[in-house]
Nanobody, 125 residues
Framework: QVELVESGGGSVRTGGSLRLSCATS????????IGWFRQAPGKVREFVGA????????IYPDAVKGRFTISRDNGKSTVYLQMNSLKPEDSAVYYC??????????????????WGQGTQVTVSS
């Protein structure tokens, strides 16, 4: 089971930026699609984006498209979530998940078999 560690969260004002990281020591990192999700208090975990094993493909929901960008460095076993033009509604705990079996990029939490502990993002107006 791959272990993931998120970092980079913090508090910013509306319009600010943050870069989250999702790292692992697993040598099989390049065999995983990686998804980013977020969960605000009292809400279900929400899809934020995903990136393919090679990094050639990424998908995003409309809520973050054009503001968030996912990239990965397989040599460093790390995936990044660059978040720009942040809004208060982006405030949540952000999680990354690993999918080692799908041939497509999934938006469903159940597809991802391993999760990190999460990192808090707070955006104030």
């Amino acid at each position: 089971q791959v272990e993931l560690v998120e970092s980079g969260g913090g508090s910013v004002r509306t319009g600010g930026s943050l870069r989250l990281s999702c790292a692992t020591s697993s040598r099989a990192f390049s065999s995983f699609n990686i998804g980013w999700f977020r969960q605000a208090p009292g809400k279900v975990r929400e899809f934020v984006g995903a990136i393919s094993r090679s990094g050639a493909e990424a998908i995003y929901p409309d809520a973050v498209k054009g503001r968030f960008t996912i990239s990965r460095d397989n040599g460093k076993s790390t995936v990044y979530l660059q978040m720009n033009s942040l809004k208060p509604e982006d405030s949540a705990v952000y999680y990354c998940g690993a999918d080692d079996s799908s041939s497509y990029l999934s938006i469903e939490t159940g597809t991802y078999g391993a999760w990190g502990q999460g990192t808090q993002v707070t955006v104030s107006s």
